[in-house]
Every structure is written in structure tokens, then in C-alpha cells.
């Protein structure tokens, strides 16, 4: 079965340190992959995505992410965290093949960034 | 801006009293889904319209149902609400073309049951 995996639930950072978000996935072919991010009681915002090329993709917020096709993930990544980023995390993944309308969702990892 | 607007933002209802949400989009996006958020888990897909074609999930139960007037309007009825569909409930549209295009999310519609 296709699936997405965030193997963290939580991540801790200190303002100011870098922080990654853990996102792998077992997807047939070369899917689609995409980040999003949701702030208490909002809806969920698009991030970035990566279609292909450059293995290191830019998106809002000073966020980036990093496809690794032979590991099969999509970490995301910040150089210097702020304490607004604290949020949840949830990587997703659209096959290529068949209905191309749905995602697959991660379960989500919760951000926590210090003061 | 284009956006996607969900009505009301929280919404009480009785056990059993049956309830409509409500999703509007300025973005002329062909397809628009309803998914059920639980407690920050990931959110469970319900249905989605490509145009005026409705796609059910298989795991969705019949009591709810959806609607879809026109391209900036879409409904979702739950018809006997009961304990266990106190949730967030989120409307999202995207545009068909390559799969590349995100889904873009309304800010939720968060349903209480007495």
C-alpha cells in the first residue's frame, strides 16, 4: 500500500537553530511532493512542492526542502527557525499514476520552536 | 485575494440534528474536496467534485452527503450527526492540470455535537 511517513510527532528547535522535519514515502513511480503547514484553528497552507530538477526546493516562509529520491524523502528544512513557525507539519503525495485529484497525507509532526 | 471561504467557522448542532457547512471559492477551481480533521491528525479525505462529478471515498459514511450548485459553491450534509463527527471539517479546492497543483484550503469549519 502507498503510504507517507512523518516519524517524528514532535520536533524541539531553539529560535535561531536550524530545524528538518522528517517525510518519507513508499509511492510507486516519481510522484509529486508537497509540504503544508497548519496554525491552530486555520486550515492548512501550501508550503512548497517538488515536481522535478533541482533536488532543493524553495518555498514560503524561508522554508526549503530536499527530495532524495534513492532514500525516498522530502525533508523539510529552515536555517534559523522562529518562534512563529511552532505548527503542525504535514508532508503529502500525489501518485502520478491513476486519479491524480488526491493526496496521501502524512500523519503530521507538531513543531515546537523555543525562545 | 482569491480565496476559499468556509461558513460558519464553528457550528453546534444536536445528536442527531441534522447539520449543513458551507465552502465558497473566488478561484474558479474545478475540483473541491471536504475532508474530517480530528484533534491535529492528519486530514481523512470524504469526497470530492471534479466539476459536477462526485467521488465518494469508499470509507464514508452515507450519513454524509454533498452538494454542489455550481463552480463557487459546495455543501456538506451531515444528516444524523452523532458524537463521533465532532471534528474539524476543511474544504479545499485545486485546479486540474498537471498533478503538480496544490490544494489550496479554507480556515475550517470546527463542529460541536450536544
Known amino acids: 500500500a502507498q503510504s507517507v511517513a512523518q516519524p517524528e510527532d514532535q520536533v524541539n528547535v531553539a529560535e535561531g537553530n536550524p530545524l528538518t522535519v522528517k517525510c518519507t514515502y513508499s509511492v510507486s513511480g516519481n510522484p509529486y511532493l508537497f509540504w503544508y503547514v497548519q496554525y491552530p484553528n486555520r486550515g492548512l497552507q501550501f508550503l512548497l512542492k517538488y515536481i522535478t530538477g533541482d533536488n532543493l526546493v524553495k518555498g514560503s516562509y524561508g522554508f526549503e526542502a530536499e527530495f532524495n529520491k534513492s532514500q525516498t524523502s522530502f525533508h523539510l528544512k529552515k536555517p534559523s527557525a522562529l518562534v512563529s513557525d511552532s505548527a503542525l507539519y504535514f508532508c503529502?503525495?500525489?501518485?502520478?499514476?491513476?486519479?491524480?485529484?488526491?493526496?496521501?497525507w502524512g500523519l503530521g509532526t507538531s513543531l515546537a520552536v523555543n525562545p | 485575494d482569491a480565496m476559499v471561504i468556509q461558513n460558519p467557522r464553528y457550528q453546534v448542532t444536536q445528536f442527531g440534528k441534522p447539520v449543513t457547512l458551507s465552502c465558497s471559492q473566488t478561484l474558479n477551481h474545478n475540483v473541491m474536496y471536504w475532508y474530517q480533521q480530528k484533534s491535529s491528525q492528519a486530514p481523512k479525505l470524504l469526497f470530492h467534485?471534479?466539476?459536477?462529478?462526485?467521488?465518494n471515498e469508499a470509507d464514508t459514511p452515507d450519513n454524509f452527503q454533498s452538494r454542489r450548485p455550481n463552480t463557487s459553491f459546495c455543501f456538506l450534509d451531515i444528516r444524523s450527526p452523532g458524537l463521533g463527527d465532532a471534528a474539524m471539517y476543511l474544504c479545499a479546492t485545486s485546479r486540474v492540470g498537471p498533478g503538480n497543483q496544490p490544494q489550496h484550503f479554507g480556515d475550517g469549519t470546527r463542529l460541536s455535537i450536544l
Open positions: 467534485y471534479y466539476d459536477k462529478d462526485f467521488n
Open positions: 503529502a503525495v500525489r501518485p502520478v499514476a491513476g486519479n491524480n485529484r488526491k493526496l496521501i
